[in-house]
């Protein structure tokens, strides 16, 4: 009640500055009968530096469940190797966003996922590391001191057993890549699943406009400003969200001297039954095909229909 007085007209308007519709694509309206309804979004962590184009050092396929409050995070690495859809080459899926902006990457993370992509969203780590800030910081599962210190890399340390960790420190924690790529998407799902504890523990709605205004030219989306306040004021009234995670492994190679992940194809395929599970409306709660339910050294287990 309190928002839908006080701060549902300031939310939208500020929201207009981060909406930014795909070239070609249509703006999706949702008709009221599926506002609800499961869909797909590709979460994109953006690194843009001086004078280079933004890539995107984060992939995240995405199935949020509204009426459930789930949401399934299926990680993927950005060195995978694969079709880069709109460029008529293979490539490391991350150079998606930097050769074609968000079209590009939803169109490869769709072909290569084999499932639609609804919506994207794209955040840079300078709107990351102040929504930390404003939040007053966030936990996380560190226990053993992380640091970054090879010679190509920016050099940090991130202390072990902190209580509350700040967004340069939360930054450099979901940036961390020395321990492997395929370590750094699991602190991807860790991290999220932090932020979205912090921001329901808070329970204080007074802070999302100034939220907002941090994101800002920081935070881009095609999912219009509208839908995304349905979609919230659902979450604060529901069950605080469940989030699961899965990271598509891979094995390392070398061509003509560049790194790249070959996809492990079993892996994928379970990504994708688990997507399929997930996105289909009739499927319930109890019956959700969940990461856990496979083992790496047998064939995903079946979901009862």
């Known amino acids: 009640m309190a928002f839908d007085l006080f701060l549902s007209g300031q939310v939208e308007k500020k929201l207009d500055k981060s909406y930014a519709p795909v070239e070609e694509e249509q703006p999706n309206q ?15 962590g953006i690194d843009q530096r001086d004078n280079e184009p933004a890539r995107s050092d984060t ?17 993927i690495p950005r060195d995978t190797y694969t079709e880069i859809v709109g460029r008529g080459k293979e490539d490391k899926i991350n150079h998606a966003y930097a050769f074609g902006g968000a079209k590009m990457a939803k169109d490869t993370v769709q072909e290569f996922m084999g499932h639609p992509v609804d919506y994207y969203a794209a955040i840079n780590f300078k709107g990351l590391r102040d929504i930390v800030d404003a939040l007053g910081g966030v936990e996380l599962p ?31 924690y979901v940036r961390y890549r020395e321990d492997s790529d395929f370590n750094r998407t699991g602190r991807h799902q860790i991290f999220l699943n932090a932020i979205v ?31 995304i306040i349905d979609l919230s004021k659902q979450v604060l009234l529901g069950e605080s969200p469940s989030i699961k995670g899965f990271t598509i492994m891979g094995e390392g190679f070398r ?24 996105s289909n409306p009739d499927t319930k709660p109890e ?16 979901v009862k229909e």
């Not at 949702?30 to 994109?44: R, W």
């Not at 992939?59 to 990680?75: F, G, H, K, N, T």
């Not at 509350?164 to 930054?171: F, T």
């Open 30 to 44: 949702v008709p009221a009968s599926e506002k609800f309804k499961p869909f797909s979004m590709l979460l994109l």
């Open 59 to 75: 992939m995240i396929y995405a199935v949020v469940r509204p009426e459930d409050s789930r949401v399934l995070l299926v990680s």
């Open 197 to 227: 504890n912090r921001m329901m523990n808070l329970n204080q709605v007074s802070k999302i406009p100034d939220l907002m205004d941090m994101l800002g030219e920081n935070f881009k989306t095609d999912m219009m400003p509208s839908y």
């Open 287 to 302: 019956q959700l095909l969940m990461p856990d339910s496979r083992d790496k050294n047998d064939q995903p287990s079946t």
């Open 142 to 172: 560190i226990t053993k001191d992380i640091v970054n210190k090879q010679k190509e890399h920016e050099k940090f340390t991130i202390k072990a057993n902190k209580p509350i960790y700040s967004g340069e420190e939360a930054l450099n």
């Open 255 to 278: 061509k003509n001297g560049v790194y790249y992940d070959s996809v492990d194809k079993e892996d994928l395929e379970f990504a994708k039954q688990m997507i399929d599970s997930w």
